[in-house]
T-cell receptor, first 116, second 113 residues
Framework: KAGVTQTPRYLIKTRGQQVTLSCSPISGHRSVSWYQQTPGQGLQFLFEYFSETQRNKGNFPGRFSGRQFSNSRSEMNVSTLELGDSALYLC???????????????FGEGSWLTVV | KNQVEQSPQSLIILEGKNCTLQCNYTVSPFSNLRWYKQDTGRGPVSLTIMTFSENTKSNGRYTATLDADTKQSSLHITASQLSDSASYICVVISMEYGNKLVFGAGTILRVKS
């Protein structure tokens, strides 16, 4: 079956602009989570959605937001982009959405965002 | 201080050799610990998942161990191959922070021929 699909794969934005990234989870998966990966900070949790509701949120400013649609597809938005937002943004999906359970979390290939 | 510390930061080994990567964590309580492999420019891929009550888990040439008493985990790679060159990330599922994933910084492994 198809894996987690993220679009776009690469994009360049200017400081002050906003960006929307899209994620299509594996069919049947209801949990979608987002992560930011930078060389200096590693992987950091942004937020997680389950059945269109945000269940968990990381320590990121309000410029970072997301949503999940009824078909489990998710989008994340970053407004007023800063140079430090340049990163690989990864989306992950899982069936049950509870990481306490030994369910595998599948990552997409990520969206590379460069802010200039 | 990061709650999940990995060592070494990077490692170079010859093809065919074994290696062991370390993960020390302070996350408590935790529900499970996971190891991921991330190729350059790709998303992480799950290797193993261990609950706090498990000591070892294998996936082909990859064997993960967990000592919940000392809060240490290791990932042992047997008979390394060039395709094992990647970043290996230790992830602890924290029960304290709403079941969030706490990531280590990763160990970059390079296998040379």
């Amino acid at each position: 079956k198809a894996g987690v699909t993220q679009t776009p794969r690469y994009l360049i934005k200017t400081r002050g602009q906003q960006v929307t990234l899209s994620c299509s989870p594996i069919s049947g998966h209801r949990s979608v989570s987002w992560y930011q990966q930078t060389p200096g900070q590693g992987l950091q949790f942004l937020f997680e959605y389950f059945s269109e509701t945000q269940r968990n949120k990381g320590n990121f400013p309000g410029r970072f937001s997301g949503r999940q649609f009824s078909n489990s597809r998710s989008e994340m938005n970053v407004s007023t982009l800063e140079l430090g937002d340049s990163a690989l943004y990864l989306c992950a999906s899982s069936f049950q959405g509870d990481p306490r359970v030994r369910n595998t979390i599948y990552f997409g290939e990520g969206s590379w965002l460069t802010v200039v | 201080k990061n709650q999940v510390e990995q060592s070494p930061q990077s490692l170079i080994i010859l093809e065919g050799k074994n290696c062991t990567l370390q993960c020390n964590y302070t996350v408590s309580p935790f529900s499970n610990l996971r190891w991921y492999k991330q190729d350059t420019g790709r998303g992480p891929v799950s290797l193993t998942i261990m609950t706090f009550s498990e000591n070892t888990k294998s996936n082909g040439r990859y064997t993960a161990t967990l000592d919940a008493d000392t809060k240490q985990s290791s990932l042992h790679i047997t008979a390394s191959q060039l395709s094992d060159s990647a970043s290996y990330i230790c992830v602890v599922i924290s029960m304290e922070y709403g079941n969030k994933l706490v990531f280590g910084a990763g160990t970059i492994l390079r296998v040379k021929s």
